[in-house]
Every structure is written in structure tokens, then in C-alpha cells.
């Protein structure tokens, strides 16, 4: 999509492969193609969102607000239209459960009329006039230009929206490539977009990074960098710009949630939490727990239980009644999740779960690691799949020195009775990450609570409420009274 025609690609494609396989002898299915685009398309593209942007030649910032709204109420509406072969794609794109994937559908269409109403507020609030030193000033949120969004393919449909429709709203122009897993779900909604912004507000790219995205960002004409993804993406992406001062970023990246279970814990609810919290989507979420800290008193009580709620897992197809593990996308996760359990068994852990490690075609059944130390890359690494690393402690403090070492900040859950007991500690936990989840696991929603990290897992803050300021500027006229 590009300069508002759905182009007639004639070139080169690339051929995408669904993550399921219906046949015995496990094959994976040619689900369709999509444009393989080059320098030279990704650079015409560009035009189209420079132009639509541009003063004098396009419409779309200075276009009344109750317009912009019109055109979002137009396209939701019609998105909705979309919902069941959307729904299609994220099961058989990225093996998401069905009913995670009309959760995934609904979820963004609530995020997007979510977005409208607080857009409305925004605009009714920051609309206003101020006065200082006879100086009147007519203060408003502005848009920021030409936005670059990239998403994952753990949320191809609702991540990419989260940042691709607060950057629309507010009057900047986006180019956006989707995820490589969860490419062709963006294609029902073409369409969508096409007939509902005017020309060049919204465009597509497909392609490798370095033959479309790269270039983008050389021609310097990008002022934001909307990423949720991976930091190596991102810092490639940001080193292609030649005026890196002038470059917004607004990133969500990885994380390395820690769950601790304290001496006073439920159990009962600390281990279904925890369950939900390591393995949702087979953890392949930057919220998920990567680590469980286990107070050594409650060690061997939570850990039988636990390895015996993760083996009872259903694993199947994602249309498949009480499926709870399904397959990965990406065709290379499960000999790194094998890698990092042999590591962490040479340096002394252990599979504490009976089926842990067991391999069926593109999945790895979840292992329960036990005990994990600081030398082990299953320690180190965000894992982002189906092994789950389980260290014992004895006191808070050494936890409480881990995760201030550690590059990442994104959120803790804390399983514990006494909450007033608690407090300084809490108190301390909300300083190290932005957000401490209690007797409860780690999650981006509700989706108008601000999303963020601390250090390399975030850069901005995305929500409904947050994300329309993170894609704007202030602006005013001033005048004097004279
Ligand atoms: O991959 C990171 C997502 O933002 C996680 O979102 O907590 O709703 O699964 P979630």
C-alpha cells in the first residue's frame, strides 16, 4: 500500500510458511507470498508518506481532528468486518490458540476505539489558551511527521497497532513493514486502510530489513522510530539515520521478568499464576516470567507441584479444545531452547519435570530448570520460548541486587501474603522496574495502564493514554495583546 493504491507487485516474493502442520510427516504449509521490495520501491514509498505529510501538499496533519476521527471510526468499522480470516492467520502464521487470537482481534479493536475516545479528551484539554507577561499562547499536540513502525510477530496484529494507530491519529504519515511471522494477517486490512485515510497516510513495506527498512532510515526524512521488537533491530535501525539527534524513538524490547515467591506465599496461587505467567503463548512474550526466584523454604514444595501442573500442559493445534502449548513460528527456537538446556545441565541444573525437553516437530516441551545460577546462559538470556529457569533463595537481598544489575526493567511479580510487611519492599522493586505485579503474573494490560521498562527494555511509554503523547509535540501560536 503506497501513495493510497494496494500496489500490483510484479517482482520478486518472498514465500510464507504457515507455523502448523496438518500432514503427518511434518511438513509446514505454503500459506501465500509477499512482496520481496527492494531499495528503490521502499524509497517510493517513503515519497508517499513524505508527501502526504509535507505543508502545502498533504492533508492529513492539518486536517480537522473530528475528521481524523471520522476516518479511524471508518477503518475499525470495517476491520471488524475482517475479524474471523484475521483470526485464521494468527493461528496458522504463528500457531497463536484461538481463542488468544480472537482475544489478540478484540483487544486491538478495543485499543483502537479506546484510542479514539482519549483522543477526543486530549484534544478538548490541550486545546487552550494560556496567558503570561501579555503573551497568549494557543497551546496544542501536534503530530511529529513521518513515523517507521516495526512489530513482532508474538503480537503481529496488536503490537504494530499499538504503535501504528496513536501515530495516525495524531496526524503524522507511517510507513510500517510487518512482522515476518504474521505477515499476511496485515493483508485482509488493506484494504481497510486504502479506503479509509487519504492517500500516503498509511503504507506498507514488505522485504528484509536491510534492503527496505535500512534505507528509509539513510534517506533522514524519518522523525520517529517506532520498534517493538528487539534492541539489535532497533540500534541498526537507529544507526542508519544520518541525523540521529532528530530521530523520537519509541520502543518496547526485551525483557527478563523475574518471579519471586516468598516464604509466606500462596502456593496454589503463586504456582497457577506463575504457570500462566512462563508459558502463556510458550512464553514467547516480552511480559512473560523468564526467571522464578524461590525462597529455599518453599523451595521443594512449589517445585513438585509446579513440574507437575507444566507436564499436565495440553499440547496441540491452536483450534484444538484446551490447547494450552502450541507450535513456534520460528523454525530455529527449538534447537536454542535445547542449547541453553544443555548449557544449564553441564553447569549443574537439572529437568525437574518429566516431560521437560521432550521435542515434537517444531516445539520443545517446557523444562523446568533447577538450580539455575548467574553462569548459565538460560540466566543470562531472554529466552522468549518454553524453558524456565528456577533459582533458590535466602534472602531478598541478593535478588534485590540481581535485578539492579540487570539490563532489563520492565516489571516483577511478587507472591506474598503480607502486603503491608511488604511495602518498603515493594516501594523498592517499583524503582528497579516500572511495574510490580502483586500475587499476580507480569502483563502489558489493561491496555490504558502505561507500558514501559527501565534500561534496555523500553525507550517511551505505550498505552492508549500515553502512546497519543509519545507520537506528538506541543505546538502553539503565540500572540500579544496588543
Ligand atoms: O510481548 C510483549 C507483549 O507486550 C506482552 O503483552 O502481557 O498482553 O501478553 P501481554
Known amino acids: 500500500l503506497s501513495d493510497g493504491k494496494l500496489i500490483e507487485w510484479q517482482g520478486k516474493t518472498d514465500e510464507v510458511f504457515s507455523t502448523i502442520s496438518t500432514s503427518e510427516n511434518y511438513q509446514r504449509t505454503l500459506l501465500g507470498t509477499v512482496p520481496h521490495m527492494d531499495k528503490t520501491t521502499a524509497l517510493e514509498v517513503l515519497t508517499s508518506a513524505c508527501n502526504a505529510f509535507d505543508k502545502g501538499k498533504g492533508l492529513w496533519p492539518t486536517m480537522k481532528v473530528s475528521e481524523r476521527i471520522a476516518c479511524m471510526e471508518n477503518f475499525v468499522g470495517k476491520m471488524k468486518l475482517q475479524r474471523e480470516i484475521v483470526v485464521k492467520y494468527l493461528m496458522w502464521e504463528i500457531g497463536k490458540s484461538m481463542p488468544d487470537s480472537y482475544k489478540e482481534f478484540d483487544r486491538t479493536v478495543e485499543y483502537i476505539e479506546d484510542t479514539i475516545e482519549d483522543y477526543k479528551d486530549l484534544d478538548r484539554n490541550s486545546a487552550k489558551f494560556s496567558k503570561k507577561d501579555g503573551v497568549y499562547a494557543h497551546i496544542r499536540r501536534g503530530p511529529l511527521g513521518i513515523v517507521l513502525c516495526l512489530g513482532p510477530y508474538n503480537y503481529p496484529l496488536n503490537e504494530t497497532f499499538a504503535l501504528l494507530i496513536p501515530a495516525i491519529i495524531m496526524g503524522n504519515t507511517v510507513i510500517f513493514k510487518p512482522a515476518k511471522h504474521g505477515v499476511l494477517l496485515i493483508s485482509p486490512l488493506l484494504k481497510a486502510f486504502q479506503e479509509s485515510f487519504p492517500a500516503g497516510v498509511v503504507n506498507v513495506i514488505y522485504g528484509?530489513?536491510?534492503?527496505?527498512?535500512?534505507?528509509?532510515?539513510?534517506?533522514?526524512?524519518?522523525?520517529?522510530?517506532?520498534?517493538?521488537?528487539?534492541?539489535?533491530?532497533?540500534?541498526?535501525?537507529?544507526?542508519?539515520?544520518?541525523?540521529?539527534?532528530?530521530?523520537?524513538?519509541?520502543?518496547?524490547?526485551?525483557?527478563?521478568?523475574?518471579?519471586?515467591?516468598?516464604?509466606?506465599?500462596?502456593?496454589?496461587?503463586?504456582?497457577?499464576?506463575?504457570?500462566?505467567?512462563?508459558?502463556?503463548?510458550?512464553?514467547?512474550?516480552?511480559?512473560?516470567?523468564?526467571?522464578?526466584?524461590?525462597?529455599?523454604?518453599?523451595?521443594?514444595?512449589?517445585?513438585?507441584?509446579?513440574?507437575?501442573?507444566?507436564?499436565?500442559?495440553?499440547?496441540?493445534?491452536?483450534?484444538?479444545?484446551?490447547?494450552?502449548?502450541?507450535?513456534?513460528?520460528?523454525?530455529?527456537?527449538?534447537?536454542?531452547?535445547?542449547?541453553?538446556?544443555?548449557?544449564?545441565?553441564?553447569?549443574?541444573?537439572?529437568?525437574?519435570?518429566?516431560?521437560?525437553?521432550?521435542?515434537?516437530?517444531?516445539?520443545?516441551?517446557?523444562?523446568?530448570?533447577?538450580?539455575?545460577?548467574?553462569?548459565?546462559?538460560?540466566?543470562?538470556?531472554?529466552?522468549?520460548?518454553p524453558v524456565i529457569p528456577v533459582k533458590p533463595f535466602s534472602d531478598i537481598e541478593e535478588i534485590l541486587e540481581e535485578i539492579a544489575d540487570s539490563n532489563y526493567g520492565q516489571q516483577v511479580s511478587l507472591f506474598g501474603k503480607d502486603i503491608a510487611e511488604l511495602a518498603p519492599l515493594i516501594d523498592t522493586l517499583v524503582n528497579l522496574v516500572c511495574r510490580v505485579n502483586l500475587n499476580s503474573s507480569c502483563q502489558r494490560g489493561p491496555d490504558v495502564f502505561p507500558f514501559t521498562g527501565r534500561k534496555d527494555s523500553a525507550v517511551g511509554t505505550l498505552s492508549v493514554h500515553d502512546a497519543l503523547r509519545s507520537f506528538s509535540i506541543r505546538t502553539f501560536v503565540a500572540s500579544k495583546d496588543n
Not at 521478568?257 to 500462566?276: F, H, T
Not at 516437530?361 to 533447577?370: Q, R, Y
Open 208 to 385: 528484509r530489513g536491510r534492503e527496505v527498512a535500512a534505507p528509509i532510515m539513510q534517506s533522514g526524512r524519518i522523525d520517529v522510530l517506532a520498534l517493538i521488537g528487539n534492541s539489535k533491530s532497533a540500534i541498526a535501525l537507529q544507526d542508519q539515520h544520518p541525523f540521529k539527534n532528530r530521530l523520537r524513538l519509541v520502543l518496547g524490547l526485551e525483557a527478563k521478568n523475574p518471579g519471586i515467591v516468598l516464604p509466606d506465599a500462596d502456593l496454589d496461587l503463586a504456582i497457577s499464576e506463575c504457570i500462566s505467567g512462563t508459558l502463556s503463548f510458550n512464553g514467547q512474550r516480552c511480559t512473560a516470567l523468564k526467571i522464578l526466584y524461590v525462597h529455599e523454604s518453599v523451595q521443594d514444595a512449589f517445585l513438585k507441584r509446579f513440574a507437575e501442573k507444566v507436564d499436565a500442559l495440553k499440547f496441540g493445534n491452536p483450534w484444538e479444545e484446551n490447547v494450552q502449548l502450541t507450535p513456534l513460528p520460528e523454525p530455529e527456537k527449538p534447537a536454542y531452547i535445547q542449547d541453553l538446556i544443555d548449557d544449564a545441565k553441564q553447569q549443574g541444573a537439572k529437568i525437574i519435570n518429566k516431560k521437560g525437553g521432550e521435542v515434537s516437530e517444531n516445539f520443545i516441551f517446557p523444562a523446568v530448570l533447577f538450580p539455575v545460577t548467574k553462569d548459565m546462559k538460560v540466566y543470562q538470556e531472554e529466552q522468549f520460548g
